[in-house]
């Protein structure tokens, strides 16, 4: 008879070798399409392609997470749910065997085993070495599942993707030249330019003085244009660039196998490409209690923002409208600050100047520069070096390190245009500088035993090179956090110089320390911070501390990387002299207005 095991008995590393099992299964970045078998299809059943990856591994993730916590039940029901929507993966009914095995349900277990080896699974290796599998390896069915596996014909495996020739200015996304890369997380989609020149030597079709000049210097050989760059529009056509006002631009189409999925649609926090992408979706999360604009949800979905600083540092960049999250009913409602998006002040339409500006950015490169940046993967963080500080609101150098031109939101009424195409134009590889890479070493977070009020959730949201976020969740007057920027590199072997800036709250209050000489290393202590206007936008209520990281090579300072703190804004905190908590207020921010 079977023992289930208590909900809670799932250790760490019963929960990490789960996890890696799943990672190994998923398929590699090799994998393209799978059509159900001949005698499972029906009507029905929609053949599994790789476009439905994301979706799948999303609910795997939901499944890992309930296990980390202990909660069997759900991470069972995760699975089944996975298993009844993908019926013809066969490593979901493995990792279901494993969870059963280890509750101790060594029958349900078995049957669920041989299911996934009926469905395809062929790892023999892997059943033999699962230590999750221990308490059924000595039972008879385990041994004649291992034999089924060896006596069963070889896994057929589905053509490897491979880059799709592109020879007019669209690029197709579809299943022969898309695959998944289960450690990331995300699709990767490949394209190959079959001509090395564009069909025409025109930039841009327009009337205003930076189209010609834009393709002044393309024919003169001084501008890269942009021949070989992808814009991804991601609405559905709703606010989308004009093919023929960007002649040398490749737009991306998706096939239906992608637009069936909705890989096609919204943020994209599922897909890269092997090629500079810029892109945009005027679109949000209405209807629902959980609404915000897509830059907010990027940041908050689960390996939200790891994906996107991978797109960062892969040179893509996309642009979404702020909508509700920065206006006058709300306030400043977003979650952190980046240098991984731009946000434009906004609804719908309001995202084309910014696309308009890194088009035109790309292309005034000198063709040198542009293919250095390209292989280094340092586009985006240049580009974004150059748009923000080219912004009109700058006066002076000074102003590059303050809020003047790192707002989260930007204003199409502050693009100078002329200004950012000259600056791309005139930069030298040897005075790039490179990306800011952050590396938190300490957080105070969450106090046991004081701080339980708040089920001890974690204060940390994200923790990525280019951008830290964390919730003020603890009643502690002060938080504290050691972030290091030693591990950035220079890209030409100077020397490089750092500074951090007070961008958003209480500069006064907050102490910047540096702990080492050249101050690559910081201590950063904020203390309670009560709503505040928003220093870009004093109309508008704010409830988020920034802090920016910069380097400098002598030369230009680096586009920021951040530290963020968002505090309660439905609270009033009060503190004694010796910084102790004596009252926090629950209150309703916009009933108070």
Known sequence: MSCPLPERSLNKRAFAALFAAAVLILPPISFAAENLPAETATPATKAFTVFDMPKMSEGLIAAFHALQSGRFNIAEQELRTIIKAYPSRDENYYLLARVLAMRGESAKALDMLNTAVDRGFR?????????????????????????KILKAPPEKLPPKPKPRLIRGNEALVGVENTG????????????EFA????????????????????????????????????????????SRLRPEDYPQLTFT??????????????????????????????????GSRLWRSLARLGTTLPYGANRLFLQYVNNMIYVYPAVRDYGEKWGDILTANTPYMLVSRGKSGSDRPFLNAIASILAAFKPEVKAYLTKRKMIMPT???LFRE???????????????????????????????????QALAIKDIPPMVQLNLEKADGMRPGIDDFANLRPEELFATPGALSFAARSSAKDHHFIVSAAK??????????????????????IKITPRNADGSTVEITIPWQAPFPAPDRPDLMTSRVEIAAFVSNGKHYSAPAFVNLLFPANQVRKYNAKGRIVMIDHMDPVAEK
């Open 488 to 509: 950035t590199q220079p890209l030409n072997g100077e020397k490089l110089t750092f500074r951090w800036a007070v961008l958003r709250g209480d500069a006064k209050e």
């Open 253 to 286: 189409r998706y096939d239906a196998a992608a637009k069936t999925t909705d890989i096609d649609y919204g943020l994209n926090a599922t897909i890269l490409y092997n090629a500079i992408t810029i892109g945009n979706s005027s679109t949000a999360v209405n």
């Open 180 to 191: 998944w890369n289960g450690r990331a997380g995300l699709l990767l989609s490949e394209f």
């Open 123 to 147: 790892n023999a290796t892997m059943l033999q070495k699962d230590p999750s599998l221990k308490s059924i390896r000595a039972d008879t069915r385990f041994t004649a599942i291992l034999e």
């Open 390 to 424: 080219g912004q009109s609101t700058l006066r002076n150098d000074a102003d590059y390190l303050t809020y003047k031109a790192h707002p989260p939101v930007f204003d199409a009424l502050d693009i100078d245009l002329g200004r950012m195409v000259r600056m791309a």
């Open 383 to 385: 580009v974004q070096m």
């Open 195 to 238: 001509n090395k020149k564009p069909a025409t030597a025109t930039v841009q079709n327009g009337t205003n003085p930076v189209a010609g000049l834009l393709t002044q210097w393309y024919r003169q050989g001084l501008a890269a244009g942009n021949h070989g760059d992808l814009y991804d529009n991601r609405d559905r056509g709703h």
